[in-house]
Structures are given as structure tokens and as C-alpha cells.
């Protein structure tokens, strides 16, 4: 059997594909109530202070707070109320020495006030008359213009993925519309002579089609659309066509390949046909995933997956996910959430790979703890068991168990 590969650690990997990779950011306008984990592809500047008028954050009284001064259960002070601030109006009083405006949580502050005692640190004396148990300062319970964004203010940078907070902030502004990073076009095909549909029922040495929807599953998370172009033989014409016409359609082309050699080297060579520079990496030093292709052809990428579904699943995370991040011009991917937990079994490794091992997380008397579930990277509910990864690094001869180790959660 031939020597396979000349492989490269998976940070070094990446770096050459994204090294070949141009940028070109496509933005398209959207409803800013559709634009949840869209990514921002224009700087945002406020356009209005917020808020555009000083609120209370209270139910209680406005007042000028010099007039509290002193104040105590035992020496209040003696205000005279002059009116009611009603919800959704401006204020038609004005507050003068000695007086208060009976106001509520959110409401205008009326001129001449700068402070909002709450209602429980009162006490009525008559309909008009109150007494003040407690003094409070200036500003006390209000919210000035422009406390919480001012107008002219920047508010978010390209590159930035909105969150739920982000969209209510937007609305509060008046931003109904932003404009957003195009989610990226994935055309992705599964090859194999012995690969069937999974409405099919599998006949002697077949498997039902699992990477095409772990892998849009992926690009679905990472902000992409994916384009399934079905399940190709193992032809040399018949990959390269549909591979072609994928990548025509799409931002950037995955092939989920078969496990034998000669697939493998199929695969490649229908990547260096594709475009130049055509194939940049031919295998990569972690485990599962080591037969993995990295190329770019007519400036977009192309990745050449393991057939095996554990180890495509892996692959697709490490380099797939990074590059339909890039496309969308995020630098630096979201993190997964990560975990620290203490390792129950001992994990072998090799130096010089990166092993990436599935594990249960599970609490053990107020800890938590990693539990690996071993099996090989053939077996999908190897993973659909398990709630993430830890890695194994590239200088390391394994992990012991009741070592602390981080695990990445799916």
C-alpha cells in the first residue's frame, strides 16, 4: 500500500487554507426581527440617544433631592404634590422647591425634578402633602438621556454575530433593518459505490447516506446554507461533474469521500481539476480525520472529507466550520461552550496527532466528570451519545484518568 500522506498538524492546516482563501465579504439587507445569529456586515452608529428622555425606575414621587437633604423616619421632610405624570405623555408640571410629581417605573421625569423617591420611603399626609422618611441623592432613580447608548455612539462592528440582546438594542434605536453577512452557499456530496439514500433499506455491504446531514447540520450552525447534490458512484467523470456543477453553484464545495485509498486519490484528483491551486493539504495529523483534503479552486474552498461518519463529523468542525465563518468575515469563530471535568478512563495518544475523543459528561458527587465513549469512527452514536469532544494535544502521550481535561460541548 503506498505511502499516503505527508500531513500537517490541524492548526498548520488551516492556516494554509485560509492563507489561499480570499475574502469577499456579500451583504444583503434584512428585517432586523429576522436577523438572530446573522452576522453584521456594516457598522452601526446610534442613531438617537436612549433614552431620549429622563425615566424613572421607580413608582414613587419626582422631586428636586437637595429637598430631601436630612431626611430620616424621625425629621422627615414636607412636600407639597402638585400633580401626576401620566405613562406614554409628556409632563405638563414643573416641580419647584419643596414640591413632588407623583410618577411610575418608566415614566417622565418633569422639569425641575433630578432625583424619584420610592413610594415605600414616604408617607401621606393629606391629599396634597407627603412626608419624605429617607433622603436620596441626585439622580437616584432615574435614567438620564443617553445613559444606556447616546446618539452618534457605535454600537456594533462587522463581523459581529447578533445575538437576542443585540436585536431588542437594534429595535429600542428604531433599526428595523441591518445589513448582514450572506450566509454561504455549501454544496456538499456524499460518493460511494455502497452509500444508498436513507429511505432506502440497505442491501448486502450498504450503508444509508449519513454526512450529507451531519455535515448541513454543521453548515446550518455555522450561519450556511447547504445545497445536497446526492450521492455520487465511485467515477472519476461522473465526481468531477457533479463536483463542478456544485461548486458553480455554491460558495465552497464538500466532498464526503469513501474510506478505501483508491477513493481517496479519487477525490483528489478531482480537486486539482476543479481550479487551481487546486488540492493544498493531503492529510492532516489528528485522529479520527487523518485522510482529509484541503484545497481552493476559483477562489473557493474545497474540502475532501473521510467517509467515515465520526471522523467527517470531526473534520467538517475543524476546518469547514472556521472557513464558513471567515466567508461571513468572522475572524475568530464562536466559541463552543466549554467544561472542565475530571476523566474517568485513561485516553492513549501518539505524539505528534491531535486525538479527538467523544465523552458523556456526567456529575459524580458535585463534579463533574468526562466519561469517553470509545468506539470506532464508523460507529455515528459513538457521538449521538456522547455531549462533546476533548482533545488530546499534538505533544502529548495520552490522558490519565482523574486528570482535569476541557471538553468542548456539541
Known amino acids: 500500500m503506498p505511502e499516503l500522506f505527508n500531513v500537517l498538524p490541524p492548526a498548520s492546516a488551516l492556516k494554509v487554507l485560509l492563507d489561499h482563501l480570499p475574502v469577499r465579504v456579500r451583504a444583503e439587507s434584512v428585517s432586523t426581527a429576522e436577523a438572530l445569529d446573522r452576522v453584521l456586515a456594516e457598522s452601526l452608529i446610534a442613531p438617537s440617544s436612549l433614552p431620549a428622555f429622563p425615566r424613572s425606575t421607580m413608582d414613587g414621587y419626582a422631586v428636586r433631592a437637595a429637598d430631601t437633604f436630612g431626611a430620616s423616619e424621625s425629621l422627615p421632610a414636607y412636600l407639597s404634590v402638585v400633580g401626576e405624570v401620566p405613562m406614554g405623555r409628556a409632563s405638563d408640571v414643573k416641580i419647584e422647591p419643596t414640591q413632588a410629581a407623583v410618577v411610575y417605573t418608566g415614566g417622565v421625569i418633569p422639569p425641575g425634578a433630578d432625583a424619584v423617591v420610592m413610594i415605600e420611603r414616604t408617607q401621606k399626609l393629606d391629599a396634597t402633602n407627603i412626608e419624605v422618611l429617607r433622603a436620596v441623592a441626585p439622580g437616584e432613580n432615574v435614567i438620564s438621556v443617553g445613559e ?18 443585540d436585536l431588542g438594542g437594534l429595535m429600542a434605536l428604531g433599526m428595523t433593518r441591518v445589513k448582514v453577512a450572506t450566509r454561504p452557499r455549501v454544496a456538499i456530496i456524499s460518493t460511494g459505490d455502497e452509500v444508498v439514500p436513507p429511505d432506502v433499506e440497505p442491501g448486502p455491504g450498504q450503508v444509508r447516506n449519513v454526512n450529507t446531514y451531519t455535515v448541513a447540520g454543521l453548515v446550518a450552525h455555522a450561519g450556511g446554507l447547504a445545497l445536497p447534490q446526492g450521492i455520487v458512484r465511485d467515477s472519476f467523470d461522473a465526481l468531477l461533474s457533479v463536483a ?4 458553480d453553484a455554491a460558495d465552497a464545495l464538500v466532498i464526503a469521500a469513501g474510506s478505501s485509498v483508491s477513493t481517496r486519490d479519487l477525490t483528489a484528483d478531482v480537486v486539482n481539476h476543479l481550479g487551481k491551486p487546486g488540492v493544498l493539504v493531503h492529510g492532516v495529523s489528528v485522529k479520527p480525520g487523518k485522510p482529509t483534503i484541503l484545497g481552493v479552486c ?5 474540502i475532501g472529507l473521510p467517509g467515515n461518519p465520526v471522523s467527517a463529523t470531526v473534520v467538517a468542525g475543524l476546518f469547514l466550520v472556521p472557513v464558513l465563518w471567515r466567508l461571513q468575515g468572522v475572524d475568530e469563530p464562536p466559541d463552543r461552550r466549554r467544561v472542565t471535568a475530571k476523566l474517568t478512563h485513561n485516553i492513549a495518544s501518539v505524539p505528534g496527532r491531535e486525538d479527538y475523543v467523544q465523552v458523556k459528561v456526567v456529575e459524580r458527587d458535585g463534579e463533574l466528570w468526562a466519561d469517553p465513549v ?20 499534538l505533544d502529548s502521550n495520552g490522558v490519565h484518568e482523574g486528570e482535569w481535561v476541557e471538553v468542548s460541548l456539541f
Open 148 to 165: 444606556d447608548v447616546k446618539v452618534g455612539e457605535a454600537l456594533l462592528a462587522p463581523g459581529h454575530v447578533l445575538r437576542p440582546q
Open 244 to 247: 463542478r456543477a456544485g461548486l
Open 298 to 302: 476559483q477562489d473557493k474552498p474545497v
Open 374 to 393: 470509545f468506539g470506532k469512527s464508523n460507529l455515528i452514536y459513538t457521538m449521538v451519545k456522547a455531549d462533546g469532544l476533548l482533545c488530546v494535544p
